[in-house]
């Protein structure tokens, strides 16, 4: 496709368990950045990928987020043990390499909700 | 650490007036970018202007233009001729230059609802 694409659209899951959130960047992009929008609430940073390296994770909230991008291309947000807070908006962008003109792309976001 | 601020949490307009959407920022840099983004239903976010800190021109994109007050740090959003369309979320968002992360930092957001 020619847009950021995320899968899936809409992950119930209960108090506890795993997830994985996958992102699929533009062709040819090679920073990609995840972002969590809790309701009511603009994007936060998250973490940012610069091919296949994690350049920037400040913003992942504990120990339980993780995210990796092993062929700099797709990236999986995994997130451990699940709790209610996690519930919200979770969304992907992409952006040709670090020059000063880029634009971020972002994809229509994966709603996690935790029950 | 950079903060946005939008301080208008709804705004409504009639269709063909115009608008003017509110956004404040603070930072200690001197080259930067502002952006500002539309977030429809779909939950995609959808880039509407942007702004680099060291350009004096105000930014335009059609019926959409920005009034950046660098000094004032501020940077609000003209719509002109409102359109149905046009209802959204709007964010606006700040991103670093220089060093760092490429981050963006975005404000609450604007629910803007425009009326027949």
């Known amino acids: 496709g020619a847009g950021v694409s995320q899968t899936p659209s809409n992950k119930v899951t209960e108090k506890g368990k795993y997830v994985e959130l996958r992102c699929d960047p533009i062709?040819?992009?090679?920073?990609l950045y995840w972002y969590r929008q809790s309701l009511g609430q603009g994007p936060e940073f998250l973490i940012y990928?610069?091919?296949?390296?994690?350049?920037?994770d400040s913003g992942l909230p504990n120990d339980r987020f993780f995210a990796v991008r092993p062929e700099g291309s797709v990236s999986t947000l995994k997130i451990q043990r699940t709790e209610r807070g996690d519930s919200a908006v979770y969304l992907c962008?992409?952006?040709?390499?670090?020059?000063?003109?880029?634009?971020?792309?972002f994809g229509q976001g994966t709603r996690l909700t935790v029950v | 650490a950079q903060t946005v601020t939008q301080s208008q949490p709804e705004m409504s307009v009639q269709e063909a007036e115009t608008v003017t959407l509110s956004c404040t920022y603070d930072t200690s840099e001197s080259d930067y970018y502002l952006f500002w983004y539309k977030q429809p239903p779909s939950r995609q976010m959808i880039l509407v202007i942007r702004q680099e800190a060291y350009k004096q021109q105000n930014a335009t994109e059609n019926r959409f233009s920005v009034n950046f007050q660098k000094a004032a740090k501020s940077f609000s959003l003209k719509i002109s001729d409102s359109q149905l369309g046009d209802a959204a979320m709007y964010f606006c968002?700040?991103?670093?230059?220089?060093?760092?992360?490429?981050?963006?930092?975005f404000g609450k957001g604007t629910k803007l609802t425009v009326n027949p």
């Open positions: 990928f610069q091919g296949t390296g994690a350049a920037d």
């Open positions: 968002a700040y991103r670093n230059i220089q060093g760092g992360s490429e981050k963006l930092v």
């Open positions: 062709s040819g992009h090679t920073a």
């Open positions: 962008a992409s952006s040709l390499r670090r020059i000063r003109h880029t634009e971020a792309f």
